[in-house]
Each structure stands twice: as structure tokens, then as C-alpha cells.
């Protein structure tokens, strides 16, 4: 890779792994469009480290709320909202994880291409679009076990290139009648168990294939991601105070758009 691919594609994985717009989607496009080799798995690692670092450092008082109060109800020391929604976060973590462990690698094969990336983001765009225009109120101290799994099970459908994380557990959450701004901070907390368990995955399998690669590249890749999605976080939640997820779905819908156009003529 050369050192501006690096860098671009550093800060699309951190300015895109948090919005409702799909980060695996803007990282394959420029292997399918300009030609860029595929990343490796090395650097998937480093840029996945850097969103982690990102989202924990920016909700690093939550989580020690969170996983104190965890602790404290498995050691038989009373429960509390703060362990119940730790549970949530598990028991949602949990379809994703199993649908990646069964069926990533046929995804890989088969669906990773500009076809279903486009189809994909003008679909599940259009199904965001709906779903804010809901307008829900209820916040984090009203989220339900129903409301854990359906978010939790939808999560599993961001395997699909072009669907989104976080635009999926966003949407889902929406038409479940949460406000906007729970919507958000539930999708980033569900993140950080699964974006652990997708590194330590890719990180065993690096070691055992093994990299050439320099420290140097690891160390400005991870960088990169971790401070872009740092600030994507907070700019994303400042601008939903005001705004709605409309602007994602029209960006959305364009670039589906666009990739058809694209694939059309090539």
C-alpha cells in the first residue's frame, strides 16, 4: 500500500464506522473503483484497534458505569438500571457474533462487490428514512429486553456489505420508538464488544499467517482511525441534537445511485 492509500483509507474506516452509512462498503469501493489493492489484514486489524480506542475513550464513564454495576450484580451485590442495560448490550452482542462466526466467509466470497454494496445502501437507506420519521421519545432508562434483541438481531444483517452497523441498529431502534439521540449512544456501546471480538478474530488469524509489514504503518493507521472516528462521534451526536438522519439517507441514496450509474458504464 502506499502511504496515501493508508492514509485514506485510515480516515474513511474512522469517519465511516460510526455513521449510519457503512465503513466496509467505503473500504472495498476503491479496490472496485480505482483499482486499490485489498488493504490485507494487517491493516483491517490497526484500523479496527483505532475505532475501538475511539469509542472507549469517548464513552469510557459509561462503560466503567456499566461494567462496575455488571460486576456487582454477578457477585451477588444488587442490581441496578446500569446492569441491566450492561446485559442488554450482551445479549445483543450475541446474534451478530454468531451470525459472523457461521457465515462471514461466505459473505466474503460472495457478496463483497459494488452490486450489493449499492443495492444494499439505497435499500436499507430508504428503511433509515422510514424509521426517522417516527420521531420516537423513549431514552436508554426505557429500553426494553424486546428492544435489545430486535436491535440485537438486526445488527447481524450489517454482514451485507453496504448495510451498516450502526445504520441498522439505528434503524431498528428508531421504529422501536427510541428517541434519536439513544438510538446513536445504544448502536456505539453495542459496538464495542463486536468490533473486540472482530479484531481479536482477525488479530489470531494474523498471527498465524504472519506480516512483513512496518510498525510504522500499523502505528499511523490506527492513529488515523482512532482520532477521525473520536471526532466523528461527537460531531455525529452534536449534530443530531439539531438535525435529523435525514442528510444520511440522501447520501445514501446518491451514491447507490451513483455505483449503478458506475457499474452501467463498466
Not at 456487582?72 to 454468531?98: C, D, K, M, N
Amino acid at each position: 500500500m502506499s502511504w496515501l492509500e493508508i492514509v485514506v483509507l485510515a480516515l474513511i474506516q474512522g469517519l465511516t464506522e460510526f455513521l449510519p452509512i457503512s465503513s466496509s462498503a467505503h473500504l472495498i469501493l476503491p479496490s472496485q473503483i480505482l483499482g486499490w489493492e485489498d488493504q490485507g489484514l494487517l491493516f483491517d486489524v490497526a484500523v479496527h484497534v483505532g475505532t475501538l480506542i475511539a469509542v472507549m475513550l469517548y464513552f469510557r464513564q459509561d462503560i466503567f458505569k456499566l461494567v462496575s454495576a455488571w460486576l456487582r450484580q454477578v457477585t451477588g451485590r444488587g442490581g441496578s438500571q446500569e446492569a441491566r442495560l450492561a446485559w442488554f448490550v450482551i445479549l445483543g452482542t450475541i446474534p451478530a457474533g454468531l451470525a459472523g462466526l457461521l457465515g462471514s466467509h461466505w459473505i466474503e466470497e460472495n457478496l463483497r462487490s459494488a452490486l450489493v454494496i449499492a443495492l444494499a445502501t439505497i435499500g436499507f437507506g430508504v428503511l433509515l428514512g422510514v424509521a426517522d420519521r417516527k420521531t420516537g421519545t423513549r431514552d436508554m432508562l426505557q429500553l426494553s429486553l424486546k428492544d435489545a434483541l430486535v436491535i440485537g438481531f438486526s445488527q447481524a444483517l450489517a454482514l451485507i456489505p453496504g448495510t451498516s452497523r450502526s445504520g441498522i441498529t439505528m434503524t431498528a431502534a428508531l421504529f422501536l420508538g427510541l428517541n434519536r439521540d439513544t438510538a446513536a449512544r445504544y448502536s456505539f456501546l453495542l459496538s464495542i464488544p463486536l468490533i473486540m471480538a472482530a479484531g481479536l478474530l482477525k488479530g489470531l488469524e494474523l498471527a498465524e499467517t504472519g506480516t512483513d509489514s512496518e510498525f510504522t504503518v500499523v502505528a499511523v493507521a490506527t492513529a488515523l482511525s482512532a482520532i477521525s472516528a473520536y471526532a466523528c462521534i461527537h460531531l455525529f451526536l452534536k449534530f443530531l441534537e439539531k438535525l435529523s438522519f435525514m442528510p444520511f439517507v440522501i447520501y445514501r441514496l446518491l451514491l447507490g445511485v451513483l455505483l449503478l450509474g458506475w457499474l452501467a458504464f463498466n
